[in-house]
């Protein structure tokens, strides 16, 4: 064996023996990688690698309890994981869960990718720039990518996507496409106080953003939805018949597509407000801490891809980019960080008064229409 191998393996196992000694469960050392890169300080007592797990990046945190590789090889990279987390199996990079989040087998996650508590994936689903807030449950051989999803009351009463499902989130027009193309599926304004009805998006289907779904609508299965479904409505589109000449470089209108734009934006900036000023303030543990930390940095660099995709989209139409302001100083109307931070962050808000919930709902409201001007 060359030497080189001796000291690999060497390096390996000790790093293996370091976690196991406090108290990281690894089923399998001979079948688990952890790299260079890797702060071992931020693999909690707890955590449980399973044999083919993979982990690189110095972001990388496994809270107490998340699970890697439950029923096959997966690949970790930067990647956060909240208490009893999971990935089965697959690959996920740059992504944060929340607690008891779950990625199911053979997914593929990207960067800007968030999943609050509870909310899970079946198999061979792929994620990028995608936000699943609390309860959302994705079926199997799905793509969902710039999207925000929310809806639900709890983890028997939540909102869905078939299996077979894809958001098409690239539009060809232009000199070479672009992608201001993300689909509120409910918001955050009322998302976050998980009260809202259940949406259901209806499996082998798809969407072609940018599409909002308002709260309680079901779309129907086997369709592509084109147009926006209104909240409480059942919807089923026929595929309409176009045979038409394309124009060259054809770029399309700037309307309604730029307002949606901003108007995704300004959901994202009130869900980092949420985390700011809500959940972080509640929150007085160091790991959970950690956690939102990188679930805000996560918001952020999601603000950041729209902004550049909306300017992207506006400058090739000759348009200017609209003034926007993308930290608007609007105060908590709750002082949160003086109530008990004992009770979890889902018990908190389902416990919240209806006052307390308008007022929040109204603080939220205000931050959206800041962003906007």
Not at 318 to 342: F, K, N, S, T, Y
Request: contains cysteine; neutral net charge; aromatic residues 6%.
């Amino acid at each position: 064996m060359p030497w080189y191998w001796v000291a690999m393996a060497d390096t390996i196992g000790d790093r293996l023996e370091e976690l196991a000694a406090c108290g990281v469960q690894i089923v399998d050392p001979r079948q688990t990688y952890v790299a260079a890169d890797v702060e071992l300080a931020r693999i909690c007592p707890g955590a449980v690698l399973h044999p083919g797990t993979r982990l690189h990046g110095a972001r990388t945190w496994l809270s107490p309890g998340a699970q890697i590789g439950v029923e096959g090889p997966a690949t970790v990279v930067d990647t956060v994981f909240g208490a009893n987390s999971a990935i089965d199996s697959g690959y996920v990079n740059g992504a944060v869960l929340l607690a008891g989040a779950r990625l199911g087998a053979n997914a593929h996650v990207r960067p800007g990718t968030l999943l609050e508590e509870l909310a899970s994936t079946a198999h061979a689903v792929g994620l990028k720039h995608t936000i699943l807030l609390a309860f959302v449950t994705i079926g199997s051989v799905v793509n969902f990518c710039d999207v925000l999803m929310a809806g639900g009351t709890s983890r028997k009463d939540h909102s869905e996507v078939g299996s077979g499902f894809i958001h098409f989130n690239f539009t060809p027009w232009g000199r070479s496409g672009d992608k201001a193309t993300p689909s509120l599926v409910g918001d955050v304004v009322d998302g976050v106080l998980l009260r809202s009805a259940r949406i259901f998006l209806g499996g082998a289907g798809g969407m072609i953003g940018p599409r909002s779904v308002g709260f309680g609508a079901v779309a129907a299965a086997g369709q592509v939805l084109r147009r926006d479904l209104a909240a409480g409505r059942l919807g089923s589109e026929p595929t309409p018949k176009v045979d038409s000449p394309i124009r060259a470089a054809h770029a399309g209108r700037t309307q309604p597509r730029a307002e949606r734009n901003v108007a995704y934006i300004g959901q994202l900036v009130a869900l980092r407000a949420w985390y700011r000023d809500v959940r972080l303030a509640r929150e007085g543990s160091a790991g959970p801490r950690e956690v939102l930390r990188r679930a805000i940095e996560t918001i952020e660099f999601a603000i950041a891809e729209r902004v550049d995709r909306l300017r992207a989209f506006l400058v090739e139409r000759g348009e200017p980019m609209p003034e926007l302001e993308l930290d608007p100083h609007v105060p908590c109307p709750i002082d949160v960080g003086a109530q008990d931070r004992a009770v979890d962050h889902i018990a908190w808000v389902q416990a919240l008064g209806d006052s307390e919930v308008a007022t929040m709902r109204g603080w939220l409201q205000a931050v959206v229409s800041a962003v906007g001007g």
